[in-house]
């Protein structure tokens, strides 16, 4: 038990004003676990600059020249928050044992991270970080939040209601998440395909300690909208039931201009182009969704995420692969 080694990966763009606040705060909860024999003394605290224009990354060298827990890296560009949470994940799952990802502004609850580490030595590989209440969200935040996690489900995607990306993964669930090739990353959709034994630990979501949230509505809806649309193609399904429905509907619609036409009720040349309205209409809509489906068959394809991932073995196996 003492040998687990934990790095906690925390994204950080433009966050001069937040960090001098919140690494003590990290560094603190590193060393108690420590000192409580959770975790071993190997572990770390990585920050991941993701393309910072402020003092962003000179805190983080600071920080990193005055204690040996502390390390960064670096990304060559601004890539957005999730791409950050995957190059500090990736960087650290061949030097650790365990990792939690936390945002760096001091709104999650580090002290959740004790239960989190419990549930690991329990045999969780997954342990996902769930918002107690969303008091501190404006009525909007709230509304929209739920209103899509809701939306997801529906589409048929498996999301933890409440998580965002504060949680545990174990570096063999990590291992095993590297081999979803995917550029467009919604995390807390993807975790879950990966299976394992996982659970969640609750905690109270705070107030941003200092700086501005770089979540602004136009990131939040691009989110929102690679999220559904990486982990479901339900939307393509939509097109095919409606074209189906309108194909059908075309067809009575034919009937009724024919019927129409011969009961002598309508102008002549009125019935020839209602049909082909009707028609072109219907075979469009639904040749439409055939398409897409073949679409939808391709795009999970081209993400050539894994087919299976084996969690356990009755024989010992060398851990090569
Ligand atoms: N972040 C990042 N790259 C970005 C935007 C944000 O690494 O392009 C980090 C940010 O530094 C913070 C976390 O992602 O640690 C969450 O961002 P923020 O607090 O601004 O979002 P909010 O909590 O308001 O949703
Ligand atoms: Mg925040």
């Known amino acids: 038990m003492e040998r687990t080694v934990l790095y906690i990966i925390i994204p950080c763009y433009n966050e001069e004003e937040v960090l001098p606040l919140t690494s003590p705060i990290f560094l603190g909860k590193l060393r108690q676990l420590i000192d409580e024999g959770k975790i071993s003394g190997d572990s770390r605290v990585m920050f991941v600059d993701d393309g910072s224009r402020d003092g962003t990354w000179q805190i983080i060298r600071s920080l990193a020249a005055q204690d040996e827990h502390f390390i960064g890296i670096q990304q060559s560009r601004n890539r957005g928050h999730q791409n950050a949470v995957l190059a500090g994940l990736m960087e650290a799952v061949?030097?650790?044992?365990?990792?939690?990802?936390?945002?760096?502004?001091?709104?999650?609850?580090?002290?959740?991270?004790?239960?989190?580490?419990?549930?690991?030595?329990?045999?969780?590989?997954?342990?996902?970080?769930?918002?107690?209440?969303?008091?501190?969200?404006?009525?909007?935040?709230?509304?929209?939040?739920?209103?899509?996690?809701?939306?997801?489900?529906?589409?048929?995607?498996?999301?933890?209601?409440?998580?965002?990306?504060?949680?545990?993964?174990?570096?063999?669930?990590?291992?095993?998440?590297?081999?979803?090739?995917?550029?467009?990353?919604?995390?807390?959709?993807?975790?879950?395909?990966?299976?394992?034994?996982?659970?969640?630990?609750?905690?109270?979501?705070?107030?941003?300690?200092?700086?501005?949230?770089?979540?602004?509505?136009?990131?939040?809806?691009?989110?929102?909208?690679?999220?559904?649309?990486?982990?479901?193609?339900k939307p393509i399904r939509m097109i095919t039931v409606t074209g189906l429905i309108i194909f059908f509907l075309s067809l009575i619609g034919i009937?009724?201009?024919?019927?129409?036409?011969?009961?002598?009720?309508?102008?002549?040349?009125?019935?020839?182009?209602?049909?082909?309205?009707?028609?072109?209409?219907?075979?469009?809509?639904?040749?439409?969704?055939?398409i897409g489906e073949y679409i939808g068959k391709i795009y999970l394809e081209a993400k050539g995420r894994p087919r299976y991932i084996i969690s356990d073995r009755t024989e010992d196996r060398p851990p090569e692969e």
């Not at 291992?175 to 995917?182: D, G, L, Q, S, V």
């Not at 969640?200 to 929102?224: F, I, N, T």
């Not at 020839?272 to 219907?282: D, K, N, P, Y």
């Open 94 to 233: 061949d030097r650790c044992d365990v990792t939690i990802s936390i945002d760096c502004d001091g709104q999650d609850d580090v002290n959740a991270m004790d239960a989190m580490i419990d549930a690991y030595h329990d045999g969780c590989e997954i342990v996902y970080g769930v918002r107690a209440s969303r008091e501190t969200d404006t009525f909007f935040k709230r509304f929209t939040a739920e209103s899509y996690y809701r939306l997801l489900r529906f589409m048929g995607a498996d999301v933890v209601f409440n998580h965002a990306d504060y949680r545990l993964m174990s570096s063999r669930a990590l291992r095993e998440f590297a081999k979803f090739k995917e550029v467009n990353l919604f995390l807390r959709g993807m975790v879950p395909l990966v299976g394992f034994k996982s659970t969640c630990v609750s905690y109270d979501r705070r107030e941003r300690q200092a700086g501005q949230s770089h979540y602004p509505l136009k990131k939040m809806l691009k989110l929102a909208f690679d999220g559904i649309t990486s982990l479901s193609v």
């Open 255 to 290: 009937v009724w201009s024919v019927i129409t036409a011969l009961c002598g009720r309508a102008v002549p040349g009125w019935a020839s182009t209602a049909c082909i309205v009707f028609l072109m209409g219907g075979l469009q809509a639904l040749f439409m969704g055939v």
